[in-house]
């Protein structure tokens, strides 16, 4: 098996995984604080907008190479055994027939950057004010 095989069958898994975690969420059988991080971790892996952008060099992969995959790993330890298996099966059924997006996640992402870019500006205008009642 050559290394871009390996990297493509990872790379199926890594989606799978992640949609398990999404029907996992929604399992009463899990503990709910797997739920929360299972959320959280999901909503982030399928938003199509990142919270470090990709075009910022190397620290905009970061979170798609260390941080998710992180997530994902902690998060399937918090899951029971059983319903890990389980939610797997339904998983690849349902990412063979599909493509799974967040809309919702994107919103909220968008959300976190309008509101840190007010911050900023906010900021500004008030460091700007204060210099100018200073120079008179």
């Known amino acids: 098996m ?3 095989e390996r990297w493509q069958r990872k790379a199926r898994q890594f989606k799978a ?5 999404y029907l996992a969420a929604k399992d009463p059988r899990v503990p709910w604080y797997a739920k929360i991080f299972a959320a959280c971790v999901v909503a982030y892996a399928f ?3 990142d919270l470090i952008p990709d075009f910022i060099p190397v620290i905009g ?4 190479l260390v941080l998710v995959p992180l997530g994902i790993a902690l998060t399937l330890k918090m899951i029971p055994t059983a319903v890990l ?7 690849e059924i349902t990412m063979a027939q ?10 909220v992402i968008i959300v976190i950057w309008i509101s840190l ?10 460091s700007f ?8």
Do not use: F, H
Request: glycine residues 2%; charged residues 20%; hydrophobic residues 45%.
């Open 17 to 21: 995984d992640t949609y398990a975690l």
């Open 98 to 107: 599909n493509k799974a997006t967040s809309w919702v996640a994107a919103g």
């Open 129 to 136: 004010n204060v210099r100018d009642r200073n120079s008179v």
């Open 47 to 49: 938003s199509p907008i």
């Open 85 to 91: 298996a389980e939610c797997r099966q339904r998983a």
């Open 2 to 4: 050559t290394i871009t």
């Open 117 to 126: 870019a007010a911050v900023v500006i906010a900021l500004m205008a008030r």
């Open 61 to 64: 992969y970061l979170d798609d």
